[in-house]
């Protein structure tokens, strides 16, 4: 809506007559007054039509937010359909970092999963201070604290190979895929084995599972590793 102007009609004569002091009479002249009360109406009909130019606007802008929070919602649909138990990789909210791995635990409808991470050993504090030295270039730990994030920060599927601690790590130029020997306890910050069977709640047993999973895909490819060489304890 464009904004009026009040306009006040004047004469050629009004124009070229020269500036006099207003009479002294009581009366004034009705135009004069009746003019005077008609800018007042206007000006407030401005005020007024201006208030209600700026409430329609906010409206507008708050209905084009909303449908556009509509539409978001819509389009969003996690990349290559994952599903519960799925290894995905997660878009980082640094974009110069490498992405979270996690295990899809559960998904509300599209929008929203509950993931069960992996810590990169960088990323795992220790509870005296710095950080745990990886094994591998492939290392992740393992870990069973569950977040919940939007599903559209999945980017897609990935591999992990859980190795227990009596074998040798697959080689990498055949096996470029994560590898996963210990679990970190999130809240000790502290690194434990896969089969250290010290895990309740069915968390030994989901553990295991896992293993038993990357065996019977890699298992004849994976060395066993000889008495003297095997890992010592954390």
Sequence with gaps: MVRRFTQVATSDDE??????????SKQQP??????????????????????????????????????????????????GDPVREDLVLLIHEDSEQKPYVAIIKRQDGSMMMTGQWFYSPEEAPKKGGGSWMPIDTRELFYSFHQDEVPAVSIMHKCITHFIPPHKQLPKQKQYPEFIIQKLYDVEERKLFRLTDMEFHNGEQKEISVLIDKTLRHIG???????????????
């Design 15 to 24: 124009d070229d007559a020269p500036l006099q002091s207003p009479p002294q």
């Design 220 to 234: 004849n490819d994976l060395l066993d590793i000889e008495t003297g060489q095997a890992p010592a304890e954390w």
């Design 30 to 79: 009705k135009r004069k007054r009746m003019k005077l009360i008609y800018e007042d109406d206007d000006e407030e009909e401005d005020n007024n039509e201006k208030s209600k130019e700026d409430k329609n606007n906010e409206e507008e802008l708050q209905e084009d937010e909303e449908e556009e929070k509509e539409e978001a919602l819509a389009e969003a649909k996690p990349v």
